[in-house]
């Protein structure tokens, strides 16, 4: 039984109904002042930021390791930020991180007891050794000088000198060709040469 009252026009515009997970929904992004950063960080200028396809490209880079500022500014290319990047994490399950972190040998389970972790494969673990060997022997063959460079920009997570401006890491004292060189020999170890 229909109401007393007006009839219904059909063509009238409608409320839609807004909720809270189409709300949510709405993209948001990045304050502008975090945007500029982050493109002065990758090495755009601010008159970049103003295209929305360039606003998408700086905010899908990685911006979080001196290797990817390093790749996003065109200083290094795609295989030598992968190779530093593999280089560094063969380099903190073999020799450790520089920074404390608790051992993943042992948990605490919620009842108190200690947990154990199971060791990977024997094999699996000898051919990662063997590969972090061959990078760091390649390494060790530049000389000592290349070797901390590299090491000290893939591992330890310093910007090079002479790489321009970057306030987001701590500034070492090996400069950008070295580091260049230690990642070109890396590059050459994982090719087998």
Not at 113 to 134: K, L, N, W, Y
Request: with cysteine; glycine share 8%; aromatic share 6%.
């Amino acid at each position: 039984m229909a109401r007393p009252g007006r009839k219904r026009k059909l063509n009238a515009k409608r409320r839609t109904a807004t909720t809270r997970a189409a709300r949510m929904a709405e993209d948001i992004g990045p304050t502008p002042e975090v945007l500029a950063r982050k493109a002065q960080l990758l090495g755009y200028s601010l008159g970049d930021i103003v295209d929305i396809k360039t606003r998408q490209s700086i905010l899908q880079q990685d911006a979080s390791t001196p290797l990817a500022v390093l790749y996003a500014r065109g200083l290094i290319d795609r295989e030598q930020r992968e190779v530093g990047e593999e280089y560094a994490r063969l380099y903190w399950r073999h020799i450790g991180t520089p920074w404390p972190v608790v051992s993943p040998m042992s948990e605490r389970v919620s009842n108190g007891s200690v947990r154990t972790i199971q060791e990977d494969d024997p094999e699996r673990e000898e051919r990662m050794e063997a590969r972090f060997r061959r990078f760091y022997e390649a390494l060790d063959r530049q000389g000592a000088r290349i070797r901390e460079a590299t090491n000290a920009v893939c591992v330890d997570g310093y910007w090079p000198a002479g790489a321009g401006d970057c306030a987001e890491f701590m500034l070492s004292k090996w400069a950008l060709p070295e580091v260049l060189d230690g990642l070109r020999a890396l590059v050459e170890a994982k090719r087998g040469r």
